[in-house]
C-alpha cells in the first residue's frame, strides 16, 4: 500500500553493510516501498551476518544482489544495477565503506555499483564514535564531499550499541527517506533543509556576551541574548554537524547534541575558544564580546560615596582577529564573524568590510542592532572579499540557515 506516493517511479538501490544498525535497513526498505519506489537491495558479505537476504527479498520482491560474480547473471552486474538507480542510498554506511568509496575501491559488488552510478549516492554512517572521530575517516568524508556526487545524511548523536554515546548512530529510517526525497525532488510538502551537507564538519560557534566585572555584583556588559548564536547550534546540529558551543552568561536552552562550554569574561572566552579550536573547520563568532574590561575589579562591592570617579578600562584582546592572523594565508578553519552596528545600510555594510580586512576572516555577517539585540528576528547582510548579499528581515533560525549555507560554500572552497 502507497502512502503518499512521494517516489512512485523511482528505482532505489538500497546498499546494507556490515553495521549492528543493518536491521534499520529493514524498516527503511519497507518506508521507501510504502512511498512507491522499486527497491533493488545489494548487500556486502558483512551486512549478510547481521541481516538475511531472505528478509530483504522478502520485504522487496526482489532478488538480492550479493556477488559481482553471480553466474546466474548474464553481463556486469555493478552497471546493470547503476543504470536502473534513481538513487543509490548505502544505510549503514561503514567506515570501511566510506574509505573504499574515498579511494574509488571496487573490491565488492556495492563499491563497484557506487563507483559506477551516474546516479545521487546517499550514504548514511553508522560506527563508533570514536571511529567517526577517527582523523582517517574525517579524511574520507572530507574526499567524499569534494567529489561533488555523494551526500551523506547523519550521523547522529546518541547511544551506540557498545552502551557509550556520541557522534556516530545512525539517523533514523524516516529522516534518510526525507533525505530522498530532498535529493529526488521529490518531497510532498516544502521541507527544512533534510540533508545533512554539514556532516563530518566540526563547527564552533560562540553566543551571547561577556560580562566584566567591576565588582563582585557589577559588571561592563551589552544586550546580546546569545538567540542567534544558539540558532545557528541548533541549525547546524540538525544539519549533521559536530558542534561545540562557547556561550557567554545567557538564559537559553542547550540544543539537544550540542557540547556547551559556558563562560563569564572575554578572557574566559577566549581560553574557552582556544582550547575548543584545534581539529575544527569553522569558527562562527557570533558572540558579542566585549572590547574593554576594568584594569582593577574590586575585591568588595563598592559604596555609594565611595566610588572612584572614573573607571579605567584595558582593551580585552580579539580573538577572531588573532585567528585570522595565526592562519595567514591557510584556509582553514573557516572563520566567520558579526558586526552590529548602528546607522543605515551603507553604513553597516562599509563597517563589516571594513572589520573583514582588518581581522582576515572569511566572511562577516552585518546586522543592525536596533532589530538584532533581544530579539527572535534579525536582518543580515553576509560580506565577503566581493560583495554583501543581503538576506532580508527573517527569524534568526531562517538567517542561520543562510548563513550556514554561505558556511558550506566556503568550507568546500577551502577544502578544493
Not at 580586512?357 to 536596533?370: F, G, Q, S, T, W
Not at 547582510?381 to 538576506?391: C, K, M, N, S
Request: proline share 5%.
Amino acid at each position: 500500500m502507497t502512502v503518499s506516493g512521494s517516489l512512485h517511479g523511482k528505482t532505489i538501490v538500497l546498499g546494507v553493510t556490515g553495521s549492528i544498525a543493518a536491521f534499520k535497513a529493514v524498516i527503511l526498505a519497507r518506508r521507501l516501498i510504502e512511498r512507491g519506489a522499486t527497491v533493488l537491495p545489494v548487500l556486502t558479505a558483512g551486512a549478510t551476518r547481521f541481516v538475511g537476504a531472505v528478509t530483504f527479498s522478502g520485504i522487496t520482491g526482489q532478488k538480492v544482489a550479493a556477488d559481482m560474480w553471480d553466474p546466474e547473471f548474464a553481463g556486469e552486474m555493478h552497471v546493470a544495477l547503476a543504470e536502473r538507480a534513481d538513487l543509490v542510498v548505502v544505510a549503514p554506511t561503514t567506515a570501511d565503506l566510506l574509505a573504499r568509496a574515498a579511494t574509488g575501491r571496487a573490491d565488492d559488488l556495492l563499491a563497484a555499483l557506487i563507483l559506477c552510478a551516474r546516479s545521487p549516492v546517499l550514504l548514511a554512517p553508522a560506527m563508533h564514535p570514536r571511529m567517526w572521530d577517527h582523523p582517517a575517516v574525517r579524511a574520507n568524508v572530507a574526499s567524499l564531499r569534494g567529489q561533488g556526487r555523494i551526500d551523506l545524511v547523519g550521523p547522529a548523536s546518541g547511544a551506540v550499541a557498545s552502551g557509550e554515546s556520541g557522534l556516530g548512530r545512525m539517523v533514523e529510517p524516516e529522516e534518510i527517506v526525507r533525505a530522498i526525497e530532498a535529493r529526488l525532488g521529490s518531497s510532498p510538502v516544502p521541507a527544512p533543509v533534510q540533508l545533512h551537507d554539514l556532516s563530518g564538519y566540526r563547527l564552533v560557534i560562540s553566543a551571547g556576551p561577556t560580562q566584566e566585572a567591576i565588582d563582585p555584583v557589577r559588571f561592563l556588559g551589552n544586550r546580546s541574548s546569545g538567540k542567534m548564536g544558539f540558532a545557528l547550534a541548533t541549525r547546524a546540529i540538525a544539519r549533521g554537524a559536530e558542534v561545540t558551543l562557547v556561550a557567554g552568561p545567557v538564559s537559553q536552552t542547550t540544543p539537544s547534541g550540542v557540547i556547551r562550554i559556558d563562560v563569564t569574561s572575554a578572557l574566559e572566552m577566549k581560553g574557552a575558544l582556544e582550547s575548543a579550536m584545534p581539529g575544527a573547520d569553522a569558527l562562527i563568532m557570533a558572540a558579542a564580546v566585549a572590547d574593554f574590561r576594568p584594569v582593577h575589579a574590586s575585591a568588595i562591592k563598592w559604596k555609594k560615596g565611595h566610588a572612584p570617579q572614573a573607571l579605567q578600562l584595558v582593551e580585552n584582546p580579539d580573538v577572531l582577529a588573532g585567528l585570522g592572523e595565526a592562519r595567514g594565508e591557510a584556509r582553514r578553519p573557516v572563520l566567520v564573524g558579526f558586526a552590529l552596528e548602528t546607522g543605515d545600510r551603507e553604513h553597516v555594510i562599509a563597517e563589516a568590510r571594513g572589520k573583514r580586512v582588518r581581522k582576515k576572516v572569511d566572511l562577516i555577517v552585518a546586522n543592525a542592532a536596533h532589530i538584532a539585540l533581544g530579539g527572535d528576528d534579525t536582518e543580515v547582510f553576509l560580506v565577503d572579499e566581493t560583495e554583501a548579499t543581503a538576506v532580508g528581515h527573517m527569524s534568526k533560525s531562517d538567517s542561520a540557515d543562510a548563513i550556514l549555507d554561505r558556511t558550506v560554500q566556503l568550507l568546500k572552497q577551502s577544502a578544493s
